[in-house]
């Protein structure tokens, strides 16, 4: 669909998933991440980059974990994560929008869990790739873990521990052959209905990843 074709219909409100590409399973357990490999860190700097281009591929499952867990696993054995938080809040989900469905990853559990038997990967960004590509991130604040945080402050620090997990991914991407690219112009409320979340919890960003088209 196109970029323009898709904001008419955010504007009515009518922006909404397409039916799943095959059955989604209630769970996807998620191989063990491999924490060695991949380019040291100056090299995969000099080559982090946005590209809008993404082959249809599917990422297989062992590169699906460690991309996850690079976003925003469990590193060390307090429950830790690969990316900050303010007051150890945790309180960033990633949301993982695949052909078949839609899934929030679980780190502690090292899985994926159904939360929407349909393919929400238009309804994640304006941009017409979004569409096609291989696999939509959605980052989302469950606000009701911040209690520890004043409210006025509690949207800037999850948005910062949101782009922090961003560069994850971006580096991740950039030292695996990958490619990726973060998008704000997303349309929230159709995400966050497509996704079933809650008043407690918002959309802050979405991010495409894919091999190179």
């Given at each position: 669909?196109?970029?323009?074709?898709?904001?008419?219909?955010?504007?009515?409100?009518?922006?909404?998933?397409?039916?799943?590409?095959?059955?989604?399973?209630?769970?996807?357990?998620?191989?063990?991440?491999?924490?060695?490999?991949?380019?040291?860190?100056?090299?995969?700097?000099?080559?982090?980059?946005?590209?809008?281009?993404?082959?249809?591929?599917?990422?297989?499952?062992?590169?699906?974990?460690?991309?996850?867990?690079?976003?925003?696993?469990?590193?060390?054995?307090?429950?830790?994560?690969?990316?900050?938080?303010?007051?150890?809040?945790?309180?960033?989900?990633?949301?993982?929008?695949?052909?078949?469905?839609?899934?929030?990853?679980?780190?502690?559990?090292?899985?994926?869990?159904?939360?929407?038997?349909?393919?929400?990967?238009?309804?994640?960004?304006?941009?017409?790739?979004?569409?096609?590509?291989?696999?939509?991130?959605?980052?989302?604040?469950?606000?009701?873990?911040?209690?520890?945080?004043?409210?006025?402050?509690?949207?800037?620090y999850a948005n910062v521990?949101?782009?922090?997990?961003?560069?994850?991914?971006?580096?991740?991407?950039?030292?695996?052959?990958?490619?990726?690219?973060?998008?704000?112009?997303?349309?929230?409320?159709?995400?966050?209905?497509?996704?079933?979340?809650?008043?407690?919890?918002?959309?802050?960003?979405?991010?495409?990843?894919?091999?190179?088209?």
């Amino acid at each position: 669909m196109s970029t323009l074709a898709k904001f008419a219909l955010g504007a009515m409100g009518r922006l909404r998933p397409t039916p799943a590409h095959g059955d989604a399973s209630p769970t996807i357990p998620l191989p063990p991440p491999d924490r060695s490999g991949g380019l040291p860190l100056m090299q995969a700097l000099a080559q982090r980059r946005s590209s809008r281009e993404f082959a249809a591929a599917e990422l297989p499952l062992p590169i699906l974990s460690n991309l996850l867990w690079a976003a925003d696993g469990v590193n060390r054995d307090d429950g830790g994560r690969t990316a900050p938080s303010a007051m150890n809040a945790q309180e960033i989900d990633v949301y993982v929008a695949l052909p078949s469905g839609a899934y929030r990853y679980d780190a502690g559990a090292n899985t994926l869990r159904l939360v929407a038997g349909s393919d929400v990967r238009r309804v994640t960004g304006y941009q017409d790739f979004v569409d096609d590509a291989p696999l939509d991130l959605v980052y989302v604040a469950d606000h009701s873990r911040m209690k520890l945080v004043p409210v006025s402050m509690r949207a800037s620090y999850a948005n910062v521990a949101a782009g922090a997990i961003t560069q994850n991914v971006y580096l991740f991407a950039a030292s695996n052959g990958l490619v990726s690219v973060i998008r704000a112009w997303i349309d929230r409320d159709a995400i966050a209905n497509a996704l079933g979340l809650s008043h407690d919890q918002e959309v802050l960003l979405s991010q495409t990843v894919g091999f190179p088209k």
